[in-house]
């Protein structure tokens, strides 16, 4: 428009000659085909489940894209309303269908833990570079987690670990978009962390009321870090 | 001051011309607005504009309900204007009235011109403006709010909506009108501007004004939602350069 160009979301400028590319700050999860994500199941269906991936639309798994032997109208006996999975992005029509499946390494039903959402615009964040931020998490917490191109990580654990990486998870989500985040992440890992105060992880086992410390420890030990912005 | 039959009517405009809060003719009430104070809602914003208070919620684009709303072609934008009980002097009655159905067409038709709708095909974008404080021009400060939200929920459209009132008062053209100035006053007219190009996206009008005043009016408003518009930027921008606080229990 009048020799400019205008974003028509809001976003970061990038501009890589001869191209410019805004990076989005917000917005709904947009599945591209080969993302791998976490969807809740919303309806079951004789031959198909529809899944909520957080996209613009619920996108139909059919019981041929899953690794069980399926009958039809015996849908619910596998996967259940509330149910989460695993699922890759097949392909997408121009009327914004989305095709899904569950046949592939990695995915499937997921059992246990929890599942934290975060913006899709953050997921680059949180996964680092060639997996260095998801490495940095698991090395400190010793939990197991999942992270969705649209936005939800699942993470499995014992509970203390489970806390501290959905709280790290709230942080990147928070303030993913400025610099210095590895090292911000790390130093509120490092203050959180348990073996620190005793030189022993307390692995979790009903723990005992007095065991509760890490949680008083963690508040002060986060002010400096926002003091310094 | 006579106290049979009709109300007391204020002095709206000093002999030194300024209104009854102390503005001149073309000045705006003070403006303060938040982007994504809510976390469950797609994009948010909260609004306040001189005594309104309004909170405004985006979700979508999302599957639509109900079904047979649908277009296959482009995603429909449902708009919920409503106005808390307490918003007002005297409590009003909750729900939809006629008033609120008419606001929230207007203004759900204002933002379908300026958002790609196209782009998600069997979608819908759920718009909800709720009043919690009325001091008239709360379809302008909803309107505003919904833009911010829509920005924040990362919606493509054209561009953001300012939108503001003016009204005649004492026989003056004058920008933003409050409360007693649209009791009282001769004219109220509202208006929604694209600021990109200059397009009115929405315009309604109440009470009498002459051509010339309608021309005047028109180009004092512009100029009001030019303002609006730099502060709608600049929360979205605060929004997203600010340190994480995200307001309220995460």
Redesign the interface.
Known sequence: ?GGKV?A???GLLQPRPPLIRVV?????YIPQPGDVVIGTVTDVQGTFWLLDIGA???APLHMTGTPWDVQVGETEKFLRVGDAVVVQVENLD???RIGVTMNGEGLGKLDGGTIARISP?RVGRVVGRKGSMIETILQHTGARMTVGQNGRVWVDGDPEAIRRVTEVL??I???G??PGLTERIESLLRASDPTDERGRAPRFAGAPPTDRAPLEVDEPAREPD?GD? | MGSVGAKDVPVLLSPEGLRIDGRRLDELRPIRIEAGPLHQADGSAFVEWGANKVMAAVYGPREVHPRHLQQNNKAVIQCKYNMAAFSVDERKRPGLDRRSQEISKVIGEAFESVVFAEEFPRTSIDIYIEVLQANAGTRCAGLVAASVALADAGIPMVDLLPAVAVGKIAGKIALDLKKEEDNFGEADLPMALVPQSGRLVLLQMEGHMTADELAASLDLGVRGCRDIYETMKAALRARYSAPGDRGGAA
């Not at chain 1, 989005?24 to 709904?28: D, E, H, K, Q, V």
């Open positions: 428009m205008y028509s979301v809001l989005p700050l917000s917005g709904r613009p639309r619920w121009p009327t914004g615009a709230r942080t989500d928070d303030e978009m400025r926002a912005e």
